[in-house]
């Protein structure tokens, strides 16, 4: 098919089927667009990349990305999800033929709600140190722990979950990868408050709930692995959405928001406000020319280093940002609520600010990262990493 | 815009977008190739140590190249070449510390004309660019010029004392003042590798254009010593992990500490940053965009900053063995230090950064 018949087909489709649909509000959860998202995903637009047999079309990227195009330009959702779609890239992956069968066309149209059970009270930046363990039972697994940081959880029909299988092997080779059923006796989904008073994770208690056989993902014990593949394309989406996770009603930060406000306080002639106006704007800058470049260097063929450092220099803004709003504000930083807005936005941001220099790894693994990865520099000698991990819980 | 007040690559419209990528690659790689041979550690240290602090063998090469020239334009026996070509060989300039007298060559190509820039891109005539009034950035400049004739000192003057011809740039039109009309004191700089003068003038100028080319040429200049900082910020990074991989204590490479690899992926960012600001004004300057002002004025003390970080904590890093006069380390911090007092401090492109956010917005 030629680029044009293809455009042509996708567009005749677009007009024929695309009357708008309800937008998304939540992440996470069920779609409420479900029923266009059935309707792309059975006409083989939901994820074109994909084989015919996997509701897609077999295309190159090349024209994956004219679909994409033609429905952006309608202003319809629900294809690139075999770039974009978490869930289903992980299963198709990763899950038991029985299973994808089951789940693959369910999360194509967002029929099912899911949720990430990774990170523990006691492995945060050491994931591979999960205790949530996972044994095997008569047609599945019997699984108990608890996690935290999990958005949706209070929505999700499964989670995707790391477990520990096996306990006499080294920390990353006993952990098995789950999609569970959260809809059961046995978990326990409580809201977790933030710092910035807000509710968008919970802690998930899990007390020997149950997983069917065919719920397991890559081999037993390969959890780690398919664990990669799936914060990678994590990472991938991430990197596409802005960075800070803001409520709509706290989203007026920016280069010409912040010199308004100092214009605002009357403190734009002070030349010292000039000099940290001047320097957390220009941080921002920096930042997004360093995208472009990385952008351009990777479309010439060179790989990039640069992209690793965006979460660093985010976290270094938003910190700084929040350092300057609330100087500028002076007294009125001290109170909040929706009669002063302006101290409400820097408090938000200031404490805000550690949902990216801790999310997603903190400031501090990220520079283990970059240094490792991108500088080369040789990984810090870990003592647990070859021992099993029975040893490792008895030692501590 | 008058053909006079254009950029000399914009004197002609094909000159604009000169080279393709594959093209500046080749000129790169050629400039860090003739550097790598005749501008090795060895080299930079002969050079400092002589009296002129000019390489003129090499600078002739360099014209050779084309490097000289070019900013120049081809009918006057340069290459035509514009701002983007400029900042990438100067990050080569600076990651090899040269010390050849190019970023006062840049900004005399976007001032002279005719057989004077035909000199210029030859390599045999060197010329050094004293900011007058209120672009003098030094503030201690107090040349006089009246009459056909000029008169007191120009402070800070970059490759003043190699120079065959000065030009002051002055708000009110540019003047060259010949050999027989200044003295050159050689200053008792601290680094080494980028030799400053005063310059004692007393005789007559020849007025050789208005005033108007005089910003360019200041930002042809700014860019270029941009490009330097970023070229030096990466080269000290890079020998610094080099260093940090091999170098071990406590039986394990110093770079496998944390204490180490953070400092590492904090200067990458800066090294990174100021590379992407540089290049972001470089392209802003060929294209002549509105908010060229801004983009000058982040990179010059992003650069600046980075710069002076990347060599600071470099030294640190290495430890004991850049405390030594025989290590490099140190000749990329004074030359960090220099250039972040070059052309105005880092408060001082701040400010003017935000007043061109203020203009904009």
């Given at each position: 098919m030629t680029d044009e018949e293809l455009k042509a087909e996708v567009t005749a489709w677009l007009a024929a089927n695309w009357r708008g649909a309800p937008q998304r509000t939540e992440r996470f959860g069920p779609d409420p667009r479900a029923e266009w998202l059935a309707k792309v995903r059975d006409a083989g637009w939901a994820a074109p990349r994909w084989p015919k047999e996997w509701y897609g079309r077999g295309l190159s990227d090349a024209q994956a990305r004219i679909v994409e195009s033609c429905f952006a330009e309608a202003k319809a959702p629900g294809t690139g999800q075999d770039r974009s779609n978490l869930w289903a890239n992980t299963a198709l992956a990763h899950a038991t033929e029985t299973f994808k069968r089951q789940i693959v066309p369910q999360l194509l149209a967002g029929e099912v709600g899911m949720c990430l059970l990774y990170s523990e009270p006691g492995a945060g930046?050491?994931?591979?140190?999960?205790?949530?363990r996972a044994d095997k039972v008569e047609g599945g697994w019997r699984v108990t722990g608890q996690k935290v940081w999990t958005s949706g959880a209070h929505i999700a029909d499964y989670g995707m979950l790391i477990a520990r299988t096996d306990w006499s092997v080294p920390k990353h080779r006993g952990i098995s990868f789950f999609f569970m059923p959260m809809r059961q006796k046995g978990v326990d989904v409580r809201p977790l408050r933030q710092i910035t008073d807000e509710t968008h994770f919970n802690e998930v208690f899990i007390d020997d709930a149950f997983i069917p056989e065919e719920n397991l993902l890559g081999n037993l014990g390969g959890g780690w692995g398919v664990l990669q593949t799936a914060l990678a394309y994590e990472r991938s989406v991430m990197g596409d959405a802005a960075r800070g996770a803001r409520s709509g009603a706290k989203e007026a930060h920016g280069d010409a928001a912040l010199l308004e406000l100092a214009r605002e306080a009357g403190k734009l002639s002070d030349p010292l406000v000039r000099q940290d106006v001047a320097q957390v704007i220009a941080w921002r800058m920096l930042n997004s020319l360093n995208t472009r470049r990385a952008k351009a260097e990777l479309k010439q063929g060179t790989s990039s280093s640069i992209m690793s450092l965006g979460k660093l220099a985010m976290s270094r803004i938003l910190h700084e940002e929040g350092r300057v709003r609330t100087e500028l504000l002076g007294p009125e930083s001290l109170l909040q609520g929706p009669d002063h807005p302006r101290a409400e936005d820097a408090n938000f941001l200031s404490l805000n600010a550690y949902f990216t220099s801790?999310?997603?790894?903190?400031d501090q693994i990220q520079r283990n990262i970059i240094g490792e990865r991108v500088l080369d520099l040789p990984r810090e000698p870990e003592v647990d990493r070859d021992v099993a991990f029975s040893a490792v819980v008895a030692g501590r | 815009m008058t053909r006079a007040q254009r950029r000399p690559w914009e004197r002609d419209a094909c000159m604009t977008q000169v080279m393709t990528h594959e093209e500046r690659t080749a000129l790169r790689d050629s400039v860090r190739r003739l550097l790598a041979d005749r501008c090795a550690e060895t080299d930079v240290r002969r050079v400092m140590a002589?009296?002129?602090?000019?390489?003129d063998a090499l600078w002739r090469e360099l014209a050779g190249l084309g490097v000289a020239g070019m900013l120049v334009s081809e009918d006057n026996g340069g290459s035509g070449l514009g701002p983007v070509e400029l900042e990438l060989v100067m990050e080569e300039f600076g990651a090899a510390l040269s010390s050849a007298p190019m970023i006062s060559t840049a900004m005399a190509a976007m001032l002279l004309d005719g057989a004077r820039a035909q000199a210029l891109a030859a390599g045999e005539l060197i010329v050094a660019v004293a900011p007058l009034g209120?672009?003098?950035?030094?503030?201690q400049s107090d040349v006089r010029v009246a009459g056909g004739r000029a008169e007191g000192v120009a402070r800070f003057v970059p490759d003043g004392q190699i120079a065959d011809l000065v030009l002051l740039a002055g708000d009110d039109g540019v003047y060259a003042v010949a050999r027989d009309a200044f003295s050159a004191t050689s200053l008792p700089v601290f680094d080494r590798t980028r030799r400053l003068a005063d310059l004692h003038i007393d005789g007559p100028v020849e007025?050789?254009?208005?005033?108007?080319r005089v910003a360019g040429a200041l930002a042809v200049g700014l860019l270029a010593l941009a490009g330097d900082q970023a070229g030096g910020a990466r080269r000290v990074l890079e020998f610094t992990v080099d260093y940090a991989r091999e170098r071990r204590q406590f039986g394990r490479a110093i770079g496998s500490f944390q204490a180490i690899k953070h400092m590492a992926a904090d200067l990458l960012l800066e090294a990174e940053s100021a590379t992407s600001a540089a290049r972001n004004a470089a392209e802003q300057l060929a294209g002549d965009a509105a908010d060229r002002d801004g983009a000058l004025a982040l990179a010059a003390f992003a650069c600046a900053d980075a710069y002076v970080r990347c060599a600071k904590d470099g030294v640190q890093m290495h430890?004991?063995?850049?405390?030594?006069?025989?290590?490099?380390a140190h000749l990329y911090l004074r030359r960090a230090r220099s250039g972040a007092q070059l052309f105005g401090d880092s408060r001082h492109w701040r400010e003017r950064f935000i007043q061109a956010l203020e203009a904009q917005s």
């Open positions: 930046s050491d994931l591979a140190a999960i205790r949530t801790i999310g997603g790894g903190t | 002589s009296d002129t602090g000019h390489d209120v672009h003098d950035w030094t503030g007025r050789i254009c208005d005033g108007s430890g004991g063995i850049a405390f030594t006069w025989e290590h490099p």
